[in-house]
Every structure is written in C-alpha cells, then in structure tokens.
C-alpha cells in the first residue's frame, strides 16, 4: 500500500506543477511523449495514448498556448533575444 500512496502524491504533485504552467494533465503526457520521441504526428500520438486523431487535435488546440510557454522558457531569455535582433 505504500506503493500505491507514494505514487499518488508524486502524481498530485505533477499535476499541480502541470496546472501551474497551465497544462493539462493530458496535455503533460503529450508532451511527455514529444519529450522522449522528438516531433510525432497527431495520428502517431494517438496511437501511443489510444486516442482518435480529432481527440489529439483537440488536446494540441486547447493546450498549444502553455505549451509554448514552457517550450520558450526551456530555451531560455538568451534564445528569445537572438531571434529578435
């Protein structure tokens, strides 16, 4: 039973961390699978989660603006910069 609490609060706590940033929790594993299989189609992604391709859009849509978000502030200010000059 220690199992099953531990990962329930590590599974609490990423989904606060995810909330913050304005993702989903289905949104924290796409990116997940983007993370650790690099660029994926919407109809790849939905073969890793089982998702039809229209619930995988769905998911990018509602999701597209916090994920920009986290993806500029991965890159850093320095990044950000250089594209503007």
């Known amino acids: 039973?220690?199992?099953v609490r531990t990962a329930d609060l590590v599974f609490?706590?990423?989904?606060?961390?995810l909330r913050l940033l304005g993702v989903s929790s289905a949104g924290g594993?796409?990116?997940?699978?983007?993370?650790d299989y690099g660029t994926?189609?919407?109809?790849?992604?939905?073969?890793?989660r089982?998702?039809?391709v229209g619930e995988v859009r769905r998911l990018i849509h509602c999701n597209?603006?916090?994920?920009?978000s986290v993806l500029t502030e991965r890159r850093g200010?320095?990044?950000?910069?250089?594209g503007m000059s």
């Not at 609490?12 to 961390?17: E, M, N, P, S, T």
């Open 1 to 3: 039973m220690n199992t």
């Open 12 to 17: 609490d706590q990423i989904d606060r961390l």
């Open 29 to 35: 594993l796409v990116l997940g699978l983007l993370r």
């Open 40 to 48: 994926m189609s919407p109809s790849e992604i939905g073969d890793s």
């Open 50 to 52: 089982q998702d039809t």
């Open 64 to 68: 597209e603006k916090a994920w920009m």
């Open 77 to 82: 200010p320095s990044s950000r910069k250089a």
